[in-house]
């Protein structure tokens, strides 16, 4: 079991910016992958951005790239979110996942998530 912890949503204006934080309290913390989805009232879930852990490749979702940038901390088991010019649009409850292998895209454990409004 992987405990995932999200902070630093909040409300922004249009143009403005926040910093997502995803931590995990496991001493053995050995995903292959985190990513960040978010949930926008009514819709499904999307895929915002994925960082593998070890090199550290990254991956974006078209509607962020650009914007968006994903980081990690291996010494802190600590993903990051940057966000940059949001848009209204941009409004969700962002949440992180934990991906255990590379052989299967699927996240096995995810946070509760972090609230993101942005207002026009």
């Known amino acids: 079991q992987v405990l995932l912890v999200e902070s630093g949503g909040g409300l922004v204006q249009a143009g403005g910016s926040l910093r997502l934080s995803c931590a995990s309290s496991?001493?053995?913390?050995?995903?292959?992958?985190m990513g960040w989805f978010r949930q926008a009232p009514g819709k499904g879930r999307e895929f915002v951005a994925q960082?593998?852990?070890?090199?550290?490749?990254?991956n974006y979702s078209d509607s962020v790239k650009g914007r968006f940038t994903i980081s990690k901390d291996n010494a802190k088991n600590m993903t990051y979110l940057q966000m940059n010019n949001l848009k209204p649009e941009d409004t969700a409850l962002y949440s992180c996942?934990?991906?255990?292998?590379?052989?299967?895209?699927?996240?096995?454990?995810w946070g509760l998530g972090t609230q993101v409004t942005v207002s026009s």
């Open positions: 960082i593998t852990w070890s090199v550290g490749t990254t």
């Open positions: 496991k001493r053995t913390f050995s995903p292959f992958a």
């Open positions: 996942g934990y991906r255990p292998t590379r052989w299967l895209e699927e996240y096995l454990y």
